[in-house]
Every structure is written in C-alpha cells, then in structure tokens.
C-alpha cells in the first residue's frame, strides 16, 4: 500500500530547503501550524527532527510519526493535545507549564515523547510531579507488602517462616481474627497501665511501708507487674521476628516502647542492688523519677490509632507554621512584658517586680488563660493588658488554618492512597486470571484468601506486577494509560 502513495519531488540536489518551513501537526485532532525557525531553538526535540527529516526520507518520518500527508506536509501524532498545547510554549517561551487537571505522570511521558527536557518545567510543576511521584512510589509499597504477605517461599527455612507469621501476626491485625484480638488486648493494657499509673497518687488507695510513707496498692503494683510482662513480651516478640534489627530499634514508635518498659526494670535494680552503692535517700529520688516516665506508656496508643498517627504527621508537616506562631508569641511576649513592667512602675502595690517575672503575665495573657495571680493595676497597664489580649489571639490564629489543612490533606491522602491499592491489587488479580485463560468471575479471590491459597496463584498475582505499577517506578520508559497514572 505505501507504493500507491504519491511523494511531492525533493529538490535535484536531493534535499529540501526548511529554512522556514511550515509544517502542520495534527495531535489528537487537533491541528497547529509551526515553523521551523521556531523549531531550530531546540535542535533535539522530535519536531525539530521532524523538520530536518523530510530529506532523508519517509521511512525516517514515518519512525518520527504515527502518519503523514504528503500533500498538506501534515504529521499526524496519536498523543494527548492537551498536554501538546502546553509542551510546545517551549519553543515560543522557554519553559513549559503543566496547566490543572492533567496527570503529572502522564505530561511527563509526554515531554519525554516529545523530547523536550524536564528542566524547562517550571518549578511549582515540577514539586507537583514529584508529589505524584511519591504518592505512586507509597502505592508501589504497600501493593508490595501485601504481596509478601501472600507470596510463599519454598528456599525459605522452617525458622523465617515462623518469623514472617509472627511479624505478621504483631504487626498486622487485620491479617487475621488472632491478631485482630491481639491488638485489641494491647490497646486495653496499655489504658489499664495508664489508669493504674493515675488511681496510684490517690491517697486513700495509697498503704504505709515499714518506714511509714504513702506507696502504691500491692493489688495495684501486681496490675502494673503484669502490665509490663505484656509490654515485654511483645516487644521482644516483635524485635525477635522483625526483617530489619536496626530499623526496628531506631524507629520512633519502638524507641517509645523501650522507653516505657525499661523504668520499671530500672526501678527494680535501683530498688535491690542501689542501696549497696548509694544512700537509700538518692535511691528513692532515682525511682521516683523513673516512675514518672511511665507517662511514655500513653504514646503506645498511636501505634493502634491511625488518626494520632496522621495528627504526628501534620504537626511535622507544619514545622514551619509552628515556628511561626512561636516568633510570634515570642516577639508579643518581650515586648508587651517590658510595656506592662513599665507601666506599673508608678503603683505601689505593684505586682510586675520585674521584666523577666511579667514574662510569666504576658504568656498566660497572649494565650488567654489569665490565671489572676499577676495582673496590672493602673489604666496605661490595663490597656497594655488588652492590646496584648487581642494581638495573642490573632497571633494564635494565623498558622492554625494551615495547621488544619495539613492534616486534613494527608488524611486524604491516606485515604486515597489505600483505595489505589486495592484497585491496584485488583487489576493484578484481573491480569493473573487472563494469563489462566479463565474470565475473572471464575478464578479463586486470590486477595480475600489473605495468603492461604496455593502458592502458586500468589507468585502468579507477584508476577502481574510487573505490569503495573512496580515496573513503572524502574528507570525503563514505559507509557501507562491516564487512569493507571493517575490513580
């Protein structure tokens, strides 16, 4: 068929003049004029290529193209003519903006279709593509962790076998009903070893030792006893059957863990073996101050509660408007404090001794607690009073609506992000059961089976990720389609 088409003649030294030259692309539909002293700005681009190319050949231009008309010299390109429209700004502005509602991922695919370098993507698109990069690399990740869940190892020995069902089973309670109990039974002891940490000061429930001073209940100290045996022999459970030592003990969540189990242990050896080294009087003040740091036991609570977790999160994410509203606070502090001091330098019965003792007026002030304990007595200092009233609460304001967004976004993004990869593992499912032959109605609900099933049907579901969402986050290039990249 392509002998039946007609070529308009090359000039007799065998090229082409494209000083110029006018081309018409055509992508997607849709229809632009270029030329090519435009095009020559960026001489590796594909529609530069595309200019240069047309003495060479068709068989050049047509590896360039999807199709070309020879009579209107028209390149027809099968690609999104949305994400053209902006790419082509290059050869007219020098930089390339990604315009809302097309998919980060997919304009990058794109640029690179085009040949058109990243680094002229201005920067506000380029933070989007890199948030979009990660959210698929957090998908990529967890899509994996559930495949390793399901994956079964034959090379594998009875002893990591037993250490992946245990990791599993402490750290993953909706993997099974046991360890769905489990979880639920640690959340109590951690709330009962709060409440017994609490109802212990309480007087009345408080007995004499031998030297006649208040301590804990005997029922009570047999409570936290058991308290800390659960704590222990969880943590050494998870530690025993953890992937990654090193990353188990550095993590945030786990070095809480240790720090609310090793004041007891402490205690006990100060208790027994102190009172040989040092005076009985250092050796109480020791455990007393161990003791007070079961208050970390409070912070194991977030390890079972998502919404703790995502508000650690958003306080992290906003470091920034943190810092802000303490300069804030700190500049309105100094400065209010010395106007109180020096406003209530002409009373007698003053209260404001001194610069550094208003600092303590001026906070409670700002953050509307007003204790009483402290206040200004003359008019000039009852202005300053509400002046400084009314600049903490605005100064208090400010960064809250941030704050509030910050974590109002990433609880979406969890959200979100969970939701893709179940339609993620869903499409693997999908590809597994059309490498059988069968229709999808028909095969065995590999993920409902939680890693029960044959083996074999879970390294075929491992296999079906290569074609998917793991193989795009490799260094090869591949095109996805709008809805598996924007997921």
């Not at 680094?119 to 559930?146: G, P």
């Not at 002893?159 to 109590?188: D, G």
């Not at 491992?462 to 809805?483: C, G, M, N, P, V």
Request: proline letters at 4%; glycine letters at 6%; hydrophobic letters at 40%.
């Amino acid at each position: 068929m392509a002998d039946d088409i007609s070529f308009p003649d090359l000039d007799s030294d065998g090229s082409e003049n494209n000083e110029g030259t006018e081309i018409i692309v055509n992508v997607g539909g849709v229809k632009q004029v270029l030329y090519s002293d435009h095009l020559s700005q960026y001489p590796n681009t594909r529609l530069t290529e595309l200019v240069n190319c047309l003495p060479g050949g068709y068989d050049i231009i047509f590896s360039l193209c999807d199709d070309y008309d020879p009579g209107k010299r028209e390149f027809y390109f099968d690609r999104d003519p949305d994400a053209f429209k902006c790419i082509v700004d290059v050869y007219y502005f020098g930089e390339v903006h990604m315009k809302k509602g097309i998919c980060p991922i997919c304009f990058k695919n794109e640029m690179e279709f085009w040949k058109v370098d990243l680094k002229f993507l201005d920067d506000c698109c380029k933070t989007h593509l890199s948030e979009k990069k990660e959210e698929l690399e957090e998908i990529a990740h967890r899509v994996q962790l559930i495949l390793d869940d399901l994956g079964v190892d034959s090379s594998e020995n009875r002893w990591k076998k037993c250490q992946k069902c245990i990791w599993k089973f402490m750290e993953k309670p909706e993997s099974s009903y046991p360890a769905r109990v489990t979880a639920v039974l640690s959340f109590l002891f951690i709330l009962t070893s709060s409440v017994v940490m609490c109802v212990g000061t309480i007087p009345e429930l408080q007995v004499l030792d031998s030297e006649g001073k208040a301590v804990e209940h005997p029922v009570l100290d047999k409570i936290e006893t058991a308290c800390i045996g659960w704590f222990t022999l969880e943590y050494v459970l998870r530690l025993i059957s953890s992937p990654n030592k090193l990353h188990f003990a550095l993590s945030f969540m786990n070095i809480i863990d240790i720090a609310a189990i090793l004041p007891f242990y402490a205690s006990l050896i100060l208790t027994h073996l102190g009172a040989r080294l040092m005076e009985l009087t250092n050796v109480q003040q020791a455990v007393q101050a161990l003791r007070i740091m079961r208050i970390a036991r409070i912070f194991k609570l977030a390890r079972h509660s998502s919404g703790l977790q995502t508000l650690t999160y958003a306080l992290k994410r906003s470091f920034k408007e943190l810092g802000l509203l303490l300069m804030y606070l700190a500049v309105g502090i100094f400065v209010f404090s010395a106007l109180g001091y020096t406003m209530e330098q002409s009373h007698p019965e003053t209260l404001f001794k001194s610069i550094p003792q208003s600092f303590w007026w001026a906070i409670i002030t700002m953050t509307t607690v007003g204790y009483g304990d402290i206040y200004p007595k003359t008019t000039l200092g009852k202005l300053n009073a509400a002046i400084s009233f009314l600049c903490g609460v605005i100064a208090i304001a400010l960064p809250i609506h941030p704050i509030i967004n910050n974590f109002v976004r990433y609880y979406n993004k969890q959200r979100v992000l969970e939701t893709a990869a179940k339609h993620e593992l869903e499409l693997m499912e999908l590809n597994a059961g059309d490498r059988k032959g069968g229709s999808p109605e028909d095969e065995t609900p590999y993920l409902s089976q939680k890693g029960k099933g044959d083996p074999q049907q879970s390294s075929q579901l491992k296999a079906s990720i290569s074609d998917t969402l793991i193989h795009f986050l490799s260094d090869e290039k591949h095109h996805r389609t709008r809805l598996q990249s924007c997921k």
